[in-house]
């Protein structure tokens, strides 16, 4: 299926990065299991920035910078290098397809590479320097955010239109990680699915789109699966 796929895409989810470290948000020992989920609210943000800034901080910059890219992470990029794979669109948020050398991304929720102000729209570096005075403010005064999506704000446009246009043109898509609970993401594999697209998911357990679009489930750990699908694609295809 992925040899004779026209237009191969993938969808990452937060099972990708476990393997990294990376706990998911949700379920046992999840993010939202030990922090309150409203720090990532637009509205708390805006109303408690000093109070919100410190647990972002925790979660996305003292944590998530000490992961490194997994196998499976890698695995993806050398797919896109040799050519079978076109787009990458991810949910995830920490970078580490970015840092496994993918180049074809489109990430929906945004990344946590870069800071955004909230006033003038500039987006800057995430750089340590400007995380040791809370809030961190832009050079115009205004308040800087992650550049990723906060519970109350909508997709980037640029992230809707580049992930319908790849859906639109997929035949075949790998489903890794994923547990399809999260809204509007979710709806892609679904709408690829409703376009006649075959979908390939792996997943150590059952997923919401196991039962009703995944056409071939693999029941493993992405990084474990993924360098066995990559051996068998050397050896039908050196």
């Excluded at 890698?74 to 397809?97: C, M, S, Y």
């Excluded at 909508?154 to 246009?165: D, G």
């Amino acid at each position: 299926m992925i040899l004779d796929a026209r237009y191969l895409t993938a969808f990452t989810g937060a099972g990708i990065s476990v393997e990294s470290g990376i706990p998911p948000f949700r379920g046992p020992g999840g993010l939202w299991s030990r922090y309150d989920p409203q720090t990532l609210e637009l509205s708390y943000f805006h109303r408690h920035p000093k109070e919100a800034w410190p647990v972002i901080r925790e979660i996305f910059y003292d944590h998530f910078q000490q992961a490194q890219p997994n196998e499976a992470h890698r695995v993806l990029a050398r797919l896109e290098e040799r050519g079978l794979l076109k787009v990458l669109i991810t949910q995830n948020i920490d970078n580490l397809h970015y840092l496994a050398g993918s180049k074809k991304i489109v990430e929906f929720h945004g990344n946590s590479r870069q800071l955004l102000c909230t006033s003038c729209g500039k987006v800057v570096p995430a750089d340590p320097k400007l995380l040791t005075d809370l809030p961190p403010r832009c050079g115009c005064g205004g308040l800087l955010k992650p550049d990723f999506i906060f519970f109350g704000e909508n997709i980037p446009a640029k992230a809707l239109q580049e992930s319908s246009q790849a859906v639109r043109r997929t035949d075949v898509m790998l489903v890794v990680g994923s547990t399809g609970e999260v809204y509007p993401a979710a709806g892609l594999p679904q709408e690829a699915a409703h376009h006649g697209a075959q979908i390939i998911e792996i997943n150590p357990s059952p997923s919401n789109f196991t039962s009703t679009i995944t056409r071939v489930f693999i029941q493993m750990k992405a990084a474990e699966a993924l360098p066995l699908i990559e051996e068998a694609l050397e050896a039908i295809q050196p």
